[in-house]
């Protein structure tokens, strides 16, 4: 193999990639970054078998070839080269490979590309575009809420529910759910749950569009040059639509701004999750937070409350996240009791967020 | 609303004066104190003790009992072996707990600072208080008589500039006996002692310190800061300042009785282990339903989960896994203890389970409110309260799990795992505080 990229290019493309590389070292060979050189493309794929990551640059290719790269090395290397044109050559009966750029010369020793595994087939059977942009918002609003506890597989991803007119995608970690509803025409629905490292590395590419097809057994995301192949977890995800309630005592609306500022404040005080109580008495809002050895914290702001008053207590961390989802200019929230979820939504329609409240004795 | 802060009062700064209580032979001295017929004998106080059961350990070992070579921790096979004759009682902790206590209790009336260490040993800095009573000597009288008087025990007492010395000087002049290290004595008064009775010196680092000569203190002293830093990094610094009774560690007051690190409870199974995992797990269901029903009465949550397992022959160890959120549910902490088992259980197969046990720990109050759980965990703390409460009132045979039906006395003949008693059992106390 002999190539020549930009190293600005080949610098970015590796850091794609990377993400895909195994930290555990069961495989040895998947601590390694595959590199395709055919036509005039520079491939470069990696994948630690929950997730694949193929991505490829335009670059002068003067002899085809495959080799696999040890992924920390490249990427540190190329990272630190002056911004020029980099020559790759691969000596294929050395298993080496020089890295050269201006006065620097590295030789690096490769792995047997014999040994990768292949990039796992793509086949469609459901597929849907949307906006870029859309697609980040909605990884943003609810990836927070996907569960980080391995116990319950399930809601460590995300659901996505396709319907003929809109997208939904849903993610709990059993004490908040967060769903946002995306408009958007489509041939048929189906729906997956997704591991959330593929939507979070998904959304951190730059594109216009996403293409995202779901088969069976695993998700893929399209993004320019760049491919994501993701397993999806198997299993029933759990019936989410029946959790919301449908009457509410108490509708709090305010400044999102205001109030996101103001529950950081207060849940400063909110050490080793000790609860954050929402109170409402005529027509004003007040936020506290108590814990034991430390001191405590109140903040009082203006909001439109309607309905009865109530107090209510919410893990600070799980308000904020949803707060955070919130993009109108008020959040609301709305109650039952004080030992019901309440929802929390924007003005703009297509996300709510349910949060469970901590039961205080 | 207690100050955390508050504990800097006693912090380092200026010269302190710290004692350290340590009961003698405290289990056993109470056992041998309530029953008339121990008094004078060699005793040894076990974690349930069955006629012909030698599983488990020894946890106390009366005065008597020490000349045979039995101390606590010494297995109970081999106390058999070393004193034949040795009287056997079965550990009550309630009552060695309301003991602490009434300790406690009683040291309030000579500092308003203590610290209660563990289960028979406190540290009370009584640098504004000794005064009252002379000097620290005559405090250290005065308390050891009153505990002797109301309570009919004895003890140790150590006293020194730091909490260090002042333990190192309890262990002078053990059984009874009241021992008083100045600054000035120091670091003279370390200087002949053993190398390997130096506090932080384990099994290995008294080897690691043979290997280079050094049998006392004083050797140790003449060893350069730099020299020990270099070979054992942090560990070495420590053993520096330990070697010249140098410490600042503060006492750390706990002003309304301190609350439990952790609840725990384990399970020995027996020398060469067993190897059938579903009675493995049916142990570890018995010790989980004691941990989570001892934090349910006590009102406590837990956050950490522990499990540590012995394999036989081969290793112990242990591993942990925090939850999102605090929970005293059984169900959910027992899938949490397996879901640790697992990867282990090829080994545990193999070579067989020696030791099992759980520990709950990162605890908060239940009163400071319980998350709630979007699909229905209530319901599961609805049935282990109800479970509890029907124990509490027909005994703890009233109502146990289908699983653990006939178990006990299934396995009673190969394994001899009495799963009521090692439900009941409190191993872990130390770390249960007063």
Redesign the interface.
């Given at each position: 193999m002999k190539a020549l990229i930009e190293q600005s290019i080949f610098a970015e493309r590796l850091q794609i990639v990377q993400k895909a590389v195994s930290n555990r070292t069961t495989l040895p060979i998947l601590s390694g970054i595959y590199v395709e050189a055919i036509s005039d493309n520079l491939t470069l794929y990696a994948t630690d078998l929950e997730i694949a990551i193929k991505t490829s640059a335009k670059a002068q290719i003067k002899k085809e070839g495959q080799i696999v790269l040890p992924a920390k090395l490249i990427t540190e290397i190329v990272k630190n080269l002056p911004e020029a044109k980099v020559e790759l050559v691969s000596n294929e009966n050395e298993n080496t490979l020089q890295i050269k750029s201006q006065q620097s010369t590295f030789n690096l020793n490769t792995l047997a590309p014999d040994d990768y595994p292949h990039f796992p087939d793509t086949e469609d059977t459901a597929s849907f575009k949307i906006l870029k942009k859309d697609f980040d918002k909605a990884v943003r609003q609810v990836i927070n809420s996907a569960?980080?506890?391995?116990?319950r597989p399930i809601l460590t991803g995300a659901l996505i529910n396709i319907e003929k007119e809109k997208i939904k995608i849903v993610a709990?970690?059993?004490?908040?759910?967060a769903l946002k509803e995306i408009s958007s025409k489509n041939s048929s629905a189906t729906q997956a749950i997704i591991p959330h490292r593929a939507l979070d590395e998904a959304s951190k590419i730059e594109c216009k569009d996403i293409k995202i097809t779901l088969s069976p057994n695993q998700a893929v995301f399209y993004l320019n040059d760049t491919t994501i192949v993701s397993r999806l977890i198997n299993g029933q995800y759990?019936n989410y639509s029946q959790?919301f309630p449908q009457k509410f005592e108490t509708t709090i609306v305010s400044n999102k701004d205001e109030l996101l500022s103001a529950v950081k404040r207060v849940s400063i005080l909110s050490l080793?999750?000790?609860?954050l109580k929402i109170n409402t008495s005529s027509g004003k809002l007040k936020i506290s937070a108590e814990t034991?050895?430390?001191?405590s914290a109140n903040e009082e702001i203006m909001a439109t409350t309607k309905g009865k008053d109530i107090e209510i207590?919410f893990?600070a961390k799980y308000l904020i996240d949803g707060l955070l989802g919130i993009d109108g200019e008020n959040a609301v929230l709305e109650l039952v009791d004080p030992?019901q979820?309440g929802i929390l939504k924007s003005d703009e329609k297509g996300f709510n967020y349910?949060l469970?409240?901590?039961?205080?004795? | 609303?207690?100050?955390?802060f508050s504990s800097l009062i006693s912090h380092p700064s200026s010269q302190r004066t710290i004692l350290h209580l340590d009961m003698d032979s405290y289990f056993a001295s109470i056992e041998q104190r309530d029953i008339s017929v121990y008094k004078g004998k060699p005793l040894l106080v076990t974690h349930g003790w069955h006629p012909n059961r030698n599983l488990g350990i020894v946890m106390a070992a009366s005065y008597e009992a020490r000349p045979f070579g039995i101390k606590a921790g010494t297995p109970i096979f081999q106390a058999k072996k070393l004193c034949p004759k040795a009287n056997y009682v079965k550990g009550n902790f309630e009552k060695y707990l309301h003991n602490t206590r009434k300790i406690v209790g009683i040291s309030r009336n000579y500092s308003d600072l203590v610290e209660v260490y563990s289960i028979d040993e406190l540290f009370l800095d009584i640098t504004n208080s000794s005064h009252l009573f002379g000097s620290p000597v005559n405090l250290a009288k005065r308390f050891f008589d009153e505990i002797k008087d109301k309570l009919g025990l004895s003890c140790s007492i150590g006293i020194g500039p730091n909490k260090l010395v002042a333990k190192m000087a309890g262990e002078f002049n053990k059984p009874r006996g009241i021992t008083y290290i100045s600054a000035d004595e120091l670091p003279e008064a370390f200087a002949p002692l053993p190398a390997k009775d130096l506090l932080g010196v384990g099994y290995r680092m008294k080897k690691h310190l043979r290997a280079l000569g050094i049998e006392t203190v004083g050797q140790l002293q003449n060893l350069s800061p730099e020299y020990l830093k270099k070979r054992w990094g942090v560990m070495g610094v420590v053993l520096h300042n330990a070697s010249l009774g140098i410490d600042n560690s503060p006492l750390i007051p706990s002003h309304q009785g301190p609350g439990p690190k952790s609840f725990g409870h384990s399970s020995a199974l027996g020398a060469k282990g067993i190897k059938d995992l579903d009675v493995v797990k049916k142990v570890l269901l018995g010790l989980t339903e004691g941990v989570c029903r001892r934090m349910r009465s006590d009102n406590y949550l837990a956050?950490t989960i522990t499990l540590r397992m012995g394999l036989a022959g081969l290793m112990y160890f242990s591993r942990a896994r925090s939850?999102?959120?605090?929970t005293d549910i059984t169900s959910k902490i027992y899938?949490?203890a397996l879901?640790l088992m697992d990867g282990q259980e090829e080994l545990a197969r193999q070579h067989g389970v020696s030791l099992i046990a759980i520990s709950a720990g990162n605890l908060?109050?239940?009163?400071?409110?319980?998350?709630?759980?979007?699909?229905g965990?209530e319901r599961l703390s609805d049935i282990d309260k109800a479970v509890d409460r029907v124990k509490n009132r027909y005994g703890e045979k009233a109502i146990i799990k289908a699983s653990l039906l006939g178990f006990n006395k299934r396995y009673q003949g190969a394994s001899k795992v009495e799963i009521a008693e090692v439900s009941k059992g409190h191993s872990s106390f130390c770390n249960r505080w007063v």
């Open positions: 569960s980080k506890d391995e116990s709990t970690d059993s004490y908040r759910l759990p959790l080793n999750n000790t609860p034991a050895d430390y001191g207590a893990n030992l979820p349910l469970m409240p901590i039961r205080l004795s | 609303m207690t100050n955390k956050k939850l999102a959120n605090a899938k949490t879901d908060k109050k239940a009163s400071d409110g319980r998350q709630l759980d979007i699909f965990n």
